[in-house]
């Protein structure tokens, strides 16, 4: 299955909030290195001057329209 997401996509929760960056996908920290998980995927956003980051279910996002296109 394709990736759904790619690196530096803007995202944002189907249920609304606000538009986050995809970093890449989630992975599992193990002794062999880093195992990526396929269907999750590591965003950041900003809250003000703190910048935030949470992994999220791909189920649970959705790519932001391009409004310059």
Same mark, same amino acid.
């Given at each position: 299955m394709a990736d759904k997401f790619k690196a530096g !996509?803007?995202?944002? @929760?189907?249920l609304g909030g606000r538009s986050m960056t995809?970093?890449?996908h989630a992975s599992k920290h193990t002794a062999d290195g880093n195992i990526p998980i396929a269907d999750k995927? %590591?965003?950041f956003w900003m !809250?003000?001057?703190k910048?935030?980051?949470?992994i999220f279910q791909e !189920?649970?996002?959705m @790519?932001? %329209?391009n409004k310059n296109s």
């Amino acid at each position: 299955m394709a990736d759904k997401f790619k690196a530096g !996509d803007v995202i944002k @929760l189907k249920l609304g909030g606000r538009s986050m960056t995809v970093k890449g996908h989630a992975s599992k920290h193990t002794a062999d290195g880093n195992i990526p998980i396929a269907d999750k995927y %590591e965003c950041f956003w900003m !809250d003000g001057a703190k910048l935030q980051k949470a992994i999220f279910q791909e !189920d649970a996002i959705m @790519l932001m %329209e391009n409004k310059n296109s």
